[in-house]
């Protein structure tokens, strides 16, 4: 069985297919790359995963349970986290609270969260930032605090999006360590990058959408050649990179 399974989900804006019947598996313990162009629906999937957006049509099973239609907290109870493309920390609170936020998914006591959030912190190598504004972190430390509120809360599932956009080298291989490290820790991963150097390499599956559509679903070396996907998205972006090098 699936750790996640998406049947012919389909979101529409009015006439606008954001979602158009697509379907996916994300086995435990897998990272799967969510790929395509700006606008091909993968943020929408996400939303509607994790019960931000209601879906207009098909069905979503976590742990072969049909959590179709459940309020986005819900869902974070049933164990799938994720992060927002465009940061949403609590600026004005500590990292340390920022963390804690997430850790009150899984219990009421706040002696309890801050001893979860001081783990998170260490863990995602935020310990030295712990009592900073989370406002003044830098972007890629900002990034990094989205991916631990989202961790604190615990999830079987942890979808990204866009963690890495707007780092620089050294700052995105510091942030594949960490996915790494959260899919060794036991946590599933379904990843929305467009750094190919960095999905090809992660991914044990690579899904690929296109105006709303899956159009490919394929291990990272065969995505990369097939010519959907190449005509689509992945066009000089990964080959001529490739040639450069
Ligand atoms: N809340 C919304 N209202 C109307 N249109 C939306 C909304 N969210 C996304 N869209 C549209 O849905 C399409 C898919 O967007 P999105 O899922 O953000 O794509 P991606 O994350 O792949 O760049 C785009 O055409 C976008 O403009
Ligand atoms: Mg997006």
Do not use: W
């Amino acid at each position: 069985m699936a750790l996640l399974e998406v049947k012919e989900l389909t979101k529409n804006f009015g006439g606008l297919m954001a979602n158009d019947h697509i379907d996916l598996q994300v086995n435990e313990g897998e990272i799967v790359g969510l790929i395509g162009p700006n606008g091909a629906g993968k943020t929408t999937l996400f939303n509607c995963i994790a019960g931000f957006y209601p879906v207009s049509g098909g069905k979503v099973f976590f742990k072969g349970e049909d959590i179709t239609g459940l309020l986005s907290n819900e869902v974070c109870l049933k164990g799938i986290a994720r992060t927002f493309q465009i940061v949403r920390v609590f600026k004005d609170l500590p990292v340390l609270d920022n963390i804690m936020v997430g850790a009150f998914n899984r219990t009421h006591s706040t002696a309890r969260a801050r001893k979860k959030a001081l783990e998170v912190l260490e863990f995602c190598g935020l310990m030295g930032k712990k009592n900073l504004l989370a406002g003044g972190l830098t972007i890629a430390n900002k990034k990094r605090l989205e991916v631990a509120k989202a961790f604190a809360t615990e999830p079987a599932l942890l979808m990204l999006d866009e963690a890495m956009a707007g780092l620089n080298q050294t700052e995105t291989a510091e942030a594949v360590e960490l996915v790494k490290k959260i899919r060794k820790s036991g946590v599933t991963v379904l990843l929305v990058e467009h750094v190919m150097e960095v999905v090809m390499p992660i991914s044990n599956r690579v899904v690929v959408l296109d105006y709303g559509r899956k159009i490919a679903e394929d291990t990272p070396e065969r995505v990369i050649h097939n010519e959907e996907v190449i005509k689509a998205y992945l066009g000089d972006k990964y080959h001529a990179s490739r040639r450069a090098n």
